[in-house]
């Protein structure tokens, strides 16, 4: 069997724009917002949402990259991590309503780790989640307030983002 | 990296790959909390049977921000002052479930042995092995020269066409030696300069060029001039005259220091013998970078623990 894609290239970027829309909406504006992106494709996302944000309401744009790498809960059962820098704004997260932003929504574990790294770095009013593809398979309590597409998907199938800036190309696939 | 005993085994990726790690380290001591839960449950031993103030707090604060049970063992007062051989105190640490040991011995050679016995099989780290390596302070000697010359930018870069001068006690010297190797490993040019009596023989081996005039490789326009302590419990018999002499001849005086263009980096690895080897004007001068080298002194060592520590064992070679 082949890889499957999913989404193309306009379907991610109408995606992100649909998600920079429904945060503005969820938010009533775009006054004390941080979009956080997990590295590695999580950050290129963010990033292209803060661009759509920026473009949509001047000033509501600023983003930065949260690394989890050190705070993740298989650390010993996998290879080693090398660490990705994190990069909060100048501003800071506190009293802000952050937007955690990564591609695929799967276990939640990323997530988990997420939050306790955000919480290591300040109190933000509101901490909130954006992905681009949910794929099921919950282990932890967490669910996504922004979702580009929901893909139920069987726990042998392997969801693959692929994005310009990282791999060269661009789409959603799933491959057996 | 199963051990870090030498920076001799260290290729260039491995050490480019310790010292952005580093960079990711350094930027959790300005954070709200200070301190990474990566190593939560695994212990960490300081075994030090030499004096230390700087590494063994360096490596102690290194661990607690990692989020790592820290225990500090001094042979002072403990029972290797009874006759406890080395291995032994391994052994028991083995048995306490030590994960990491880091190993500061007045023996060259004896991190080496850890890491190669089978008396425990915790990660030896190298905090300084009588006169042969101590491989943590030039890995955070080559992350405060990549600093100062990339700033932000630093990652990913070698220290390529990097000139070094490494000036004094290069015979007894184990930051000298594991400077050699990796400095060069990451591409600098190293020249040691040192009264004859103070070179080791072996040194006609070593990747360097060797001078004995430090007015005249001053003159040469060294990116970094790395000055080393004269190490007077080591020196069981006479090196040179007397130490004016010595000062007169290789210490990095006021005079030398005002012929030096302003962008030289001036490093010392501590501790310091002001006055003889270093001036306190050049000491304290904003060319010099002793203060930087400890606080990056901690960065690098999380980077190294977190590499030695983190990780399918089957994974890593």
Redesign the interface.
């Known amino acids: 069997m082949t890889a499957r894609t999913v989404m193309q290239q306009a379907d991610i970027s109408r995606a992100l724009t649909r998600i920079s829309h429904e945060i503005l909406e969820s938010n009533r504006g775009g006054s004390d917002l941080v979009t956080l992106g997990i590295p590695t494709r999580g950050a290129v996302l963010a990033s292209r949402i803060g661009a759509i944000l920026e473009s949509i309401e001047p000033g509501s744009g600023t983003v930065g990259t949260l690394?989890v790498?050190?705070?993740r809960d298989d650390?010993?059962?996998?290879?080693?991590?090398?660490?990705?820098?994190?990069r909060i704004p100048p501003s800071g997260i506190d009293g802000k309503t952050v937007v955690l932003v990564d591609d695929v929504l799967f276990s939640g574990r990323t997530v988990r780790a997420a939050l306790?790294a955000l919480?290591?770095?300040?109190r933000p009013r509101a901490v909130r989640l954006a992905v681009l593809v949910d794929r099921g398979h919950r282990e932890l309590p967490i669910r996504a307030d922004f979702v580009g597409k929901n893909l139920p998907s069987s726990l042998a199938e392997r969801i693959n983002v692929r994005l310009h800036d990282v791999d060269g190309a661009e789409d959603v696939a799933i491959e057996p | 990296m199963k051990h870090l005993v030498s920076t001799k085994s260290i290729s260039r990726d491995e050490a480019i790959?310790i010292l952005?790690?580093a960079?990711?380290m350094s930027?959790v001591a300005g954070?709200?909390?200070p301190?990474?839960?990566?190593l939560r449950g695994k212990t960490i031993v300081n075994l030090f049977y030499e004096d230390s103030t700087r590494t063994k707090i360096s490596f102690e604060v290194a661990a607690k921000r990692?989020s790592a049970d820290v225990i500090t063992f001094s042979a002072k007062g403990s029972s290797v002052s009874k006759g406890e051989s080395l291995k032994d105190t391994a052994q028991t640490l083995a048995a306490m479930g030590a994960d990491a040991v880091i190993v500061r011995h007045p023996a060259s050679g004896a991190a080496e042995v850890l890491a190669r016995s089978s008396w425990i099989d915790a990660k030896i780290l190298n905090a300084g092995d009588g006169t042969h390596e101590h491989p943590t302070q030039a890995l955070l000697d080559a992350f405060t020269i990549r600093r100062r010359l990339h700033g932000d930018h630093a990652?990913g870069h070698g220290l390529d066409g990097c000139r070094v001068t490494i000036v004094g006690d290069i015979e007894h010297s184990r930051v000298a030696r594991s400077n050699v190797w990796l400095l060069t490993t990451l591409g600098a040019h190293v020249t040691l300069v040192a009264p004859a009596t103070l070179l080791p023989p072996s040194v006609r081996a070593w990747p360097v060029e060797v001078a004995f005039d430090l007015d005249h490789a001053l003159a040469a326009g060294p990116d970094v001039v790395m000055m080393l302590r004269i190490q007077a419990e080591r020196m069981h018999e006479s090196f040179f005259p007397t130490e004016r002499e010595y000062s007169t001849h290789w210490g990095l005086d006021d005079v030398r220091m005002r012929r030096l263009p302003g962008n030289t980096l001036v490093m010392h690895p501590g501790p310091m013998n002001r006055g003889l080897e270093i001036s306190s004007g050049a000491a304290d001068s904003p060319m010099s970078t002793v203060r930087e080298q400890v606080a990056n002194g901690v960065s690098v060592r999380m980077a190294a623990l977190?590499?030695l520590l983190?990780?399918?064992e089957a994974?890593?070679a």
């Open positions: 690394d790498t050190m705070y650390l010993n059962r996998t290879l080693t991590r090398t660490p990705q820098p994190t306790d919480a290591d770095l300040g | 790959d952005d790690v960079e990711d930027d954070r709200e909390v301190r990474l839960p990566a990692l990652r977190y590499l983190i990780g399918n994974e890593v």
